[in-house]
């Protein structure tokens, strides 16, 4: 990204998340929320860089963060809750909704693979496989809110989501003070929005990019046009990352606190993921490995001294990493 | 084990651990040691299964605690180390001389993996690759001391290397003060001989097990036989495992501190192995995976509440993992 566009804000300055809103969200949170490890990446030929270790959170994935902040907050009328997801998400709001004994009905890709189909239903969610992009799981999600009276519990455009993902910004600030810079990947953008206004509202002198997969630049494009965008198709290994749109409230947030975003090629995503599996020995999905590839890539113009990675999630079948190797080597 | 034998200790009281010497290690240690998580193991079919991640540890196993603690506190004078290893031992060893700026020879399996020779001369190690059994190793270890006037640096059977592996110990009692019992494997039995050292005398109601490969039960046999036993072939899938002799230094400490021993075979510790990789998604060694496999069996006589299972190492390609499938399913 080389500008921004200078139009105004897309929401008013009273919808940003504060800082208190994460703190208050971090307690919240911190009966099914892991306070995860921040450990040095042997793999990376850059020295100081650390994984912030996302893949060990408790569903495999950061989303349990926010979608536990905004499920425990619910009102004891809410007689159970929608979300659409291509699994992490999904996931996360199946285990939070269970922990509050609320029914909660999942919206996936129609050609979800079994395993993850199998994952949803064992934290017994209620499973919709309908629809092949995010637009569409986002249509029919809203379709069984008003069906069945559920509450939705959408995966990034949301204060309380925001907040809850933010939480592991402050983690990162408290374990690794001496930390010049945050990487993180953008789908939707929850989880880049919100860490980037906990990170700087604490910490203004540290630095906080962004990364999108080649293929699903959405947020980039939204704010080289200076307004949220729709792209036609979002197209990338990793599945955490297609999102065809950021939305208002991630978008702002991202526009206000993010110092750069780039982009970085499905081979290099994968690149990352295979260096993790085999020189640091965790399993990290291709869409938590994009900050890392970024950071590879050489591509972004980091401060000397400590990096965090956010290695968002690791729910992957090793296979697939594995079965990667010839095609992109 | 139903029994133990009622010799009498074969090493003297003053060579036994002390709390003391395991808290002064730990701060010796510090500087190299990663203080690694605890976290809640999701393919644990037992709830309240922990893992003590050493597998996330500097250098990939526990091993660094130990070489780190005996290499800080060599002389001034000290021309370099010798160490014989298996590779995880050695590596550490490897890594901590760099550190102290000394030379380091290694000496190995004549059939290394082409891996692991590398990974030890990546960090500047010299190797010897001579032996097929641990004993062969050492002998050649032994020379090479002689010879070049370097100091040895055991892989088990030392004060100040157990001291050092004992401070996991620690760090598990004061992240889960409710821990009910800690499970660990034996190769030498230096990891569990520490470890059970620096817990029961922290935390006598904390209960202490000891976990060995089926075809390796060194200290198994010497526990039943009230003394050191020298077994004729280890032979088990956990190349960490394979000893064929504990030493008289962690023979006593076992004796002293562990509650029970038991066998676990190389089916039973692939299969988690496999657990830890495809449902916690983490590359764990099949040594470091034992005493999970341990704790599934459900022969251990486990108290209610929360367990520790030590992942002890997780420097293992993940391809042998996925190709011994289809031979133990």
């Known amino acids: 990204m080389t500008r921004r566009g200078e139009a105004r804000d897309p929401v008013a300055d009273s919808s940003f998340i504060t800082l208190p809103d994460v703190r208050e969200s971090r307690s919240k949170v911190a009966e099914a929320v892991i306070h995860t490890p921040i450990l040095p990446l042997r793999s990376s030929a850059r020295a100081g860089v650390y994984g912030k270790c996302e893949n060990l959170q408790n569903t495999g994935a950061f989303k349990i963060r ?9 009102p004891a009328s809410c007689a159970g809750v929608v979300a659409y997801s291509s699994g992490n ?3 996360a709001v199946a285990t939070a909704a269970r922990t509050r004994g609320l029914r909660a009905c999942v919206v996936m890709y129609g050609n979800s693979s079994p395993d993850k189909v199998q994952a949803l239903r064992s934290l017994g969610a209620e499973l919709i496989l309908d629809g092949s ?7 029919r999600a809203e379709r069984e809110v008003r069906e069945r009276g559920f509450m939705m519990v ?7 989501i925001m907040a809850g993902q933010a939480t592991l910004g402050l983690e990162i600030l408290e374990d690794l003070p001496g930390v010049k810079a945050i990487v993180a990947a953008i789908g939707g953008g929850g989880l880049l929005g919100g860490l980037a206004a906990a990170v700087k509202e604490s910490r203004p002198d540290v630095k906080v990019f962004g990364v999108q997969a080649e293929g699903a630049p959405g947020m980039l494009h939204s704010l080289l046009q200076g307004k949220v965008v729709t792209l ?6 990793a599945d955490g990352l297609r999102a065809l749109r950021p939305g208002e409230l991630t978008f702002a947030h991202v526009r206000r606190y ?24 965790m399993v990290v999905e291709p869409a938590g490995a994009a900050a890392l590839a970024a950071i590879a890539s050489e591509r972004l113009p980091l401060p000397p001294g400590p990096v965090v990675a956010v290695l968002s999630g690791g729910n992957v079948d090793v296979r697939i990493i594995l079965g990667s190797e010839d095609q992109t080597r």
Chains 1, 2 share one sequence.
């Open 66 to 74: 926010g979608a536990y902040n905004k499920i425990s907050r619910l």
């Open 258 to 281: 993010v110092d750069d975003v780039i982009t970085v090629s499905d081979a290099e995503i994968l690149a990352a993921t295979r260096a993790l599996l085999f020189t640091d020995r």
């Open 89 to 91: 998400h999904g996931r």
């Open 133 to 139: 992009t995010s637009e569409a799981l986002r249509v």
């Open 232 to 237: 036609e198709k979002a197209e990338t290994v």
């Open 154 to 160: 959408p995966p990034f455009n949301d204060p309380q």
